[in-house]
């Protein structure tokens, strides 16, 4: 029996969902979906039944043509309210009729102004952690899996997709109704649709992308090595068990960098940087086909079992392409932002543990690079002490003796000590898993890329700035590195020597483009100005514009102007984007 999950009123002694078979019309005037749920238990029940719902209007609840007695409890901020089906009497199933808020917050209602080609509408999900009871109600704990079919009606000129089969569609007048099935059993927080003006493009024989047809050629350019990508990863981890692997770019307002949704993983398009320089973010969520959809966090208190695996995976798969030294230069870069954050909690906190109790927390206020680089730096950690056939092997069990199932830190810690009993017994495990801070025998990550940056880092704290000639064959991951260790505030005249040095005016990586012109703001080099605008009037990705609107809130000169700033191109952010940015205002006082 899976532990009691602190954020989900689910309750596993009742029963658990198998299979849902949906139906839903999309109205993007009221901005709501109106749903029908048809769901089938793993076995007869009898007595209460408990799903999660929050912020959903549920309609009524049946059982073929009778109604059933429900209930809602109270509602509670995080986690919402728990409905209560009284009684299903031996019941194996039963239907739900529910319709969503324009609130819902798993649910992006995006204007055509806020997509790349700004003619059309678009919907997208973000269902992780705890948002897909926002859409259905659902027994939302990553420790329950189901299948799905599902029904969805859309405007005529659209199309629809989902993270599953798609089974075609039906013009119906003046809407297109589109047939999904998803054979694999999934957790809830990986439930998607989108909807919008997509076009496809195939890559290879399991492999394509989706994005709005302005974006085609060059997105196509972009990942032209992802079915490499999933041979060099079945390589590692054993079949790819989803069929196929699709991309789907999203608009520019999209607020995260991707999302692991299966069959589809949904992509921010500052990816497409004309270089095929990103496609570490590619190998994240590729990887995730296998830890995280695959074998699951239980709950999100064990998320660093998605992430810090994830993490490894990814780093071996850009081993596997670019050689160990990238897959080293790429881990210090990681465990640079992991100090970071764990120095914005407290070196003492609860978030920087692995595993912590999170009852009362809501998951998403703790996600931070912890769970992921903390989690890498632990695996390699038992890797180095196994030796690495050793460890292969580890993986290759781990994964195949859990395949889609949901499993707990202390189900790993079990299975550890039963297959690598010398390295888990050598390893403190305690401390890596639960207590705050970073153990002391952390893994170095040796880099001649990473050294050849410490040297011209040194060099700069010495007085002497890089030449172009030093820095022109550097790839993307190191010039990164060396604006992420550079000091946040430097002589002006510093800024204006970097800028053609890094030939930042044509640099099309974003990533970049936020570190420098955080630096170059607090540093008084106002000339930066007018692209520091266009880069905030483009592009939504949160990890890319928060550090520059706080570098604009907590800087003297740009301070007055920011809340203008921001104001002229809000109608353009996605609300988590202007959410978070508000927040960073207020807190400056702007
Ligand atoms: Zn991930």
Redesign the pocket.
């Known amino acids: 029996m899976p532990p009691r999950d602190p954020h989900s009123y689910s309750d596993l002694g009742q029963g658990s969902i198998r299979h849902i078979d949906f139906q839903f019309l999309m109205d993007f005037d009221s901005r709501t979906l109106s749903g029908r749920g048809a769901y089938e238990l793993d076995r007869p029940c009898q007595g209460p039944f408990d799903l999660d719902i929050r912020g959903l209007d549920v309609i009524a609840v049946r059982s073929g043509q009778g109604a059933l007695d429900w209930s809602l409890g109270p509602d509670d901020p995080i986690l919402g309210q728990r409905l209560r089906i009284a009684d299903l009497a031996g019941r194996q199933g039963f239907d739900i009729e529910f319709r969503t808020r324009p609130s819902a917050s798993a649910l992006q209602w995006l204007t055509p102004e806020q997509t790349g080609g700004r003619l059309h509408p678009y919907l997208f999900t973000q269902c992780q952690p705890i948002h897909a009871r926002t859409v259905f109600p659902c027994q939302d704990s990553p420790s329950v899996r189901f299948t799905y079919s599902a029904e969805l009606t859309v405007p005529s000129d659209l199309t629809a997709v989902m993270a599953a089969a798609g089974l075609g569609h039906r013009q119906d007048g003046h809407t297109r109704r589109f047939r999904f099935r998803m054979p694999q059993p999934i957790p809830s927080y990986l439930f998607a649709l989108a909807v919008g003006d997509l076009t496809f493009r195939e890559l290879g024989p399991r492999t394509g992308v989706y994005c709005e047809p302005g974006l085609a050629e060059k997105a196509a350019w972009e990942f032209a090595q992802t079915e490499e990508m999933l041979a060099k990863a079945e390589g590692l981890y054993g079949p790819y068990d989803w069929e196929r692997y699709d991309l789907l770019v999203m608009p520019p307002s999209f607020p995260y960098g991707g999302m692991?949704n299966p069959r589809l993983t949904f992509l921010t398009p500052t990816i497409l940087a004309g270089n095929r320089a990103l496609v570490n973010l590619i190998a994240?969520e590729l990887a995730?086909s296998w830890t995280?959809n695959l074998v699951t966090n239980a709950t999100w208190e064990d998320f660093w079992l998605?992430?810090g695996w994830?993490t490894y995976a990814e780093r071996r798969i850009i081993e596997a392409l670019e050689g160990a030294d990238g897959a080293n230069l790429r881990a210090q870069t990681g465990r640079n932002s992991m100090f970071r954050a764990m120095r914005r909690f407290g070196m003492d906190s609860d978030p920087t543990r692995l595993k912590f109790s999170q009852a009362g927390i809501d998951p998403e206020s703790v996600v931070s690079y912890v769970p992921y680089e903390k989690g890498y730096s632990f695996l390699v950690r038992l890797e180095r002490l196994a030796g690495r056939p050793a460890f292969d092997r580890f993986v290759h069990e781990y994964i195949g003796d859990h395949r889609f199932q949901s499993i707990t830190t202390e189900d790993f810690i079990e299975y550890l000590r039963r297959k690598l009993p010398q390295a888990a017994r050598a390893i403190d495990l305690q401390a890596w898993l639960y207590e705050p801070g970073f153990p002391d025998d952390a893994p170095p990550f040796p880099s001649r890329m990473g050294d050849d940056v410490s040297e011209r880092l040194f060099d700069y704290q010495e007085g002497r700035l890089p030449r172009r000639e030093d820095v022109a064959e550097w790839t993307t991951a190191q010039i990164y590195l060396f604006l992420q260790f550079l000091p946040r505030q430097l002589p002006v005249e510093d800024c204006r020597a970097l800028d053609p040095i890094f030939d930042m005016p044509k640099n099309r990586i974003v990533v970049h483009h936020s570190q420098f012109y955080e630096i170059s703001i607090r540093s008084g080099y106002r000339e930066i100005l007018p692209r520091v605008e266009a880069l905030l009037s483009a592009v939504g990705r949160v990890f890319v514009v928060a550090p520059v609107f706080q570098a604009l809130a907590e800087t003297s000169w740009s301070r007055p102007m920011v809340r203008s700033l921001f104001e002229r191109h809000r109608a353009r952010h996605h609300p988590i984007t202007v959410a978070t940015v508000d927040q960073i205002l207020q807190r400056a006082g702007v």
């Open positions: 692991e994240h995730h995280g998605n992430e994830t």
